[in-house]
């Protein structure tokens, strides 16, 4: 009755360690393999780590070289029309139309560039009527381009409305109205069909 609570509390806990000290633990039941020694388990860990920069190193070359084979896959599809390795904006046969549509015209925005040269360089000559010349022909460009634009877009879409009734023809026009801005020389994919051969 009158004796230290210590003493008590210890007297249990003796017990419970001495009961599972005396319980043999079957060594294959937990973990199914023995448990590696120190310097074996330091060995393999530096093993792992001294191995994955080399795999992610390998990884990220075999992307990068793909991607590079794509791109030139890419590039010669481009110059060629191959259609099967062409950009996703470019594929399919409303967009292969529409590129034979625009290529077989001669439009005016196709000069848009090199006319803007010449009128900037005419601007900047400090002659009253150099300049008053270069603002008309740059508003007559402008003019002219938006006219021709106008009607390309209407026959375009009346061509595709005839050709393609049921394909999706979301874009389409844009995509035109945006060749049309590029030289006739340097647009990609590379012209398929010659000036004034109807696709």
């Known amino acids: 009755m009158f004796r230290s609570r210590a003493k008590t509390e210890k007297a249990p806990t003796d017990k419970v360690t001495a009961d599972l000290s005396q319980q043999t633990r079957d060594p294959q039941a937990p973990k199914g393999r023995p448990t590696p020694k120190r310097s074996e388990a330091q060995t393999q860990r530096r093993r792992a780590a001294s191995s994955a920069p080399t795999d992610r190193k390998a990884a990220v070359k075999r992307q990068r070289e793909a991607r590079r084979a794509d791109l030139a896959r890419q590039r010669e599809a481009l110059a060629s029309g191959d259609e099967r390795y062409l950009p996703v904006r470019d594929k399919g046969p409303v967009r292969r139309f529409v590129r034979d549509f625009v290529d077989s015209r001669f439009c005016i925005a196709e000069w848009f560039l090199p006319l803007a040269v010449v009128i900037l360089i005419l601007s900047v000559i400090q002659v009253q009527n150099i300049q ?36 999706p023809k979301r874009g389409a026009v844009a995509y035109g109205l945006m060749r049309t801005l590029q030289m006739r020389r340097l647009r990609l994919p590379k012209p398929q069909v010659k000036r004034g051969e109807r696709p």
Do not use: N, Y
């Open 132 to 167: 008053s010349i270069s603002l008309l022909l740059w508003m007559g460009v402008i003019i002219l381009i938006v006219i021709d634009s106008i009607g390309l877009s209407i026959r375009l879409k009346k061509q595709l409305r005839e050709r393609f009734p049921d394909a």
